[in-house]
T-cell receptor, first 114, second 118 residues
Framework: EAQVTQNPRYLITVTGKKLTVTCSQNMNHEYMSWYRQDPGLGLRQIYYSMNVEVTDKGDVPEGYKVSRKEKRNFPLILESPSPNQTSLYFC?????????????FGPGTRLTVL | AQKVTQAQTEISVVEKEDVTLDCVYETRDTTYYLFWYKQPPSGELVFLIRRNSFDEQNEISGRYSWNFQKSTSSFNFTITASQVVDSAVYFCALNREKSGGGADGLTFGKGTHLIIQP
């Protein structure tokens, strides 16, 4: 089954404790991205990757890192999480980086930083 | 810069009523794509429709229909004979085609929470 998976689905952590949210897709997609969803703000893009070893900042990249060492994986790294990073995070992928491509979203990761 | 505005934060209707969700967008690009996504209470994002800027034909899919009007920069979504299962947050989104190819990613509106009461 074609899908985007994220782990963990739920995470409660404390300020400053490094964490990684994994994202994996099995569709051989070139393009992957991360979004965060906050009440009243909709979804905002954090980082995106056009292919292996190619990443770029989205609208809200501060406090996040990403890497794309393999085509299928695009982990989101929070080196020193803070409470304002409490949010619902979505990973997405599409076949290529073009405006018309449908993005497939993962199930979401709900992160709480205390 | 791109922008998507969904002015209706929350809409509540009684089952079987028709309801229209508004979406207004801003972009300076001539080639762009508009999307609607549904987010049910379970939280996942469900793709509903994609429209490109050169295709202003309205689309109907069952009880769902979309009205794209470039003249008013709007891409509204209507649900006919609403059902309780339509209760969800609905997002309108925009993606552009860069002049050199490629895209930035989706710019989302803030979403409209639709409540269908039995």
């Amino acid at each position: 089954e074609a899908q985007v998976t994220q782990n963990p689905r739920y995470l409660i952590t404390v300020t400053g404790k490094k964490l990684t949210v994994t994202c994996s897709q099995n569709m051989n997609h070139e393009y992957m991205s991360w979004y965060r969803q906050d009440p009243g703000l909709g979804l905002r893009q954090i980082y995106y990757s056009m292919n292996v070893e190619v990443t770029d900042k989205g609208d809200v990249p501060e406090g996040y890192k990403v890497s794309r060492k393999e085509k299928r994986n695009f982990p989101l790294i929070l080196e020193s999480p803070s409470p304002n990073q409490t949010s619902l995070y979505f990973c997405a992928s599409s076949a290529r980086l073009a405006g018309d491509n449908e993005q497939f979203f993962g199930p979401g990761t709900r992160l709480t930083v205390l | 810069a791109q922008k998507v505005t969904q002015a209706q934060t929350e809409i509540s209707v009684v089952e079987k009523e028709d309801v229209t969700l508004d979406c207004v967008y801003e972009t300076r690009d001539t080639t762009y794509y508009l999307f609607w996504y549904k987010q049910p209470p379970s939280g996942e994002l469900v793709f509903l429709i994609r429209r490109n800027s050169f295709d202003e034909q309205n689309e109907i899919s069952g009880r769902y229909s979309w009205n794209f009007q470039k003249s008013t920069s709007s891409f509204n979504f209507t649900i006919t004979a609403s059902q309780v299962v339509d209760s969800a947050v609905y997002f309108c989104a925009l993606n552009r085609e860069k002049s050199g190819g490629g895209a930035d990613g989706l710019t989302f509106g803030k979403g409209t929470h639709l409540i269908i009461q039995p």
